[in-house]
């Protein structure tokens, strides 16, 4: 984080990354002494509520994040930065976004948590359009003119107001991460599970093992001595609403997932919360298990990263763990939406747990749809084999298996939805290598 005083002493001249969080109430005019450089500008966290005019001398920027800020209005003056790819207002207070207001160059949206009522038509024009994310708005419908926004892959319209989701959009080319949760549309599972709820009492907190958008996972010694197991997780949630929608959604999903050997394991739902906080119980994974990837960055947008290969026998492993495993979800009427490698985990032998549900959505297993949510997940588990086949080590590069694993992703990622395999048509086939 850079300081105000730093910007305007002429420090930072030359640098291509700004970050000011200081409370700032109008745009500092010193930003445009690094308009020959500056290509990332964060402001988050401040008190804006407009951008200057000219905003778009600062020709070279290609990430502009303004959350948490005050913006009632989406600046118009963003359609003139013509290197502009990523734009966030995550959680201002956006109510209305014109006919001109997006650039052409865009490829990530982050407008989560705003109130945000209709999006304009020209989004259309948004050709390289590939990440949206409109969770916690309060959208009623989709404009028809986003079907020609052929490259998106990821799409964010969790707790909105959506009372049917258009054609369309199940039968989007590329998209393979939807979360729809919250919504009108949405069904309630009939499947649920009748799970135990614990007191908050029986619990002691240990050390902090990660946080998410929705929530905070803590190892936890359960002090219960009937209990079993004595060390477990426990999430607790947030509650508000995140980028994949709201935690109470992500709660009920868990809650109807029942029992796979490849997906985290729910023991219970926290009662009595002296915050009244909401929580789950879970199984810990054993601290030799890690993240097969690491999540997209700026460049990669809707990929994975990786720093580890792996050997084919481990890929195959990992593809056919997770294939049982989602196999196992449609066969509930529960699409995961965010497929990817940085929610699995694994251990040195390939053995594998899905996790991170905040995104799933619950659909009707008797919806004349309901092979196409399949398949959208099924269309992120291509994209995961292509992940894994570019981060193989290099001696296992030209097995005579690896064609046939390039066919079921080829499979998978076929832009006509239903030319696309199910999860037990792709078992069958992992299961012939």
């Known amino acids: 984080m ?12 030359g640098t291509k990354t700004l970050k000011l969080s200081c409370g700032i109430t109008s745009f500092p005019q010193h930003i445009f002494d690094l308009a020959d450089t500056l290509e990332i500008l964060d402001l988050s966290g401040n008190n804006l509520s407009e951008l200057p005019s000219n905003f778009h001398e600062l020709k070279k920027i290609k990430f502009a994040f303004f959350s948490e800020n005050i913006f009632t209005q989406f600046p118009d003056v963003l359609s003139k930065c013509e290197n502009l790819t990523m734009i966030g207002f995550k959680s201002n207070q956006i109510q209305t976004i014109s006919e001109k207001a997006f650039p052409k160059s865009l490829r990530w949206l982050i407008l989560t948590n705003n109130q945000i009522e209709k999006l304009p038509k020209s989004i259309g024009d948004c050709k390289d359009l590939q990440k949206v ?13 986003l079907v020609q ?23 989007m080319p590329k998209l393979a991460w939807l979360a729809y949760s919250g919504n009108p549309c949405c069904v309630q599972q009939t499947q649920k599970n009748i799970i135990q709820e614990i007191e908050w009492d029986e619990f002691s907190l240990d050390e902090k093992l990660g946080e998410g958008a929705s929530g905070i996972i803590y190892k936890a010694n359960w002090n219960n001595p009937k209990s079993s197991p004595k060390t477990v997780a426990i999430k607790l949630f947030k509650g508000e609403v995140t980028s994949d929608g709201y935690p109470e959604d992500e709660i009920d999903t868990c809650l109807s997932i029942g029992y796979q050997k490849n997906i985290v394991k729910v023991i219970g739902k926290i009662k009595n ?44 492993i990992i593809l056919k763990n997770i294939a049982n495993a989602c196999h196992h979800l449609h066969s509930r009427g529960i699409m995961h939406g965010d497929l990817y490698a940085h929610n699995i985990l694994i251990d040195e032998q390939g053995n594998t747990i899905l996790g991170d549900f905040g995104a799933a959505s619950i659909y009707d297993l008797k919806s004349n749809h309901t092979c196409k949510f399949e398949k959208l997940d099924v269309r992120a588990y291509g994209y995961l084999i292509e992940d894994l086949l570019l981060n193989i080590i290099a001696s296992d590069l030209f097995l005579k298996n690896i064609d046939r694993l390039k066919k079921i992703k080829n499979d998978c990622l076929k832009t006509e939805i239903i030319n696309r395999p199910s999860f037990s048509e792709i078992i ?5 290598i």
């Open 2 to 13: 850079q300081t105000l005083q730093q910007l305007i002493s002429g420090g930072l001249k």
């Open 149 to 171: 926004c052929q490259n998106i892959e990821l799409l964010r319209i969790s707790a909105n107001y959506i009372a049917e989701l258009p054609e369309w959009l199940l039968s």
């Open 133 to 145: 994310a409109l969770a916690g708005n309060k959208l009623t419908s989709l404009p028809d003119e």
């Open 273 to 316: 919360h002296p915050q009244k906080t909401s929580g789950l119980v879970f199984e810990l994974i054993p601290p030799n298990y890690f993240n097969l990837g690491n999540p997209p960055n700026f460049e990669t947008c809707t990929r994975d990263t990786f720093t580890i290969k792996y050997t084919l026998d481990h890929i195959l």
């Open 428 to 432: 069958n086939e992992l299961n012939t």
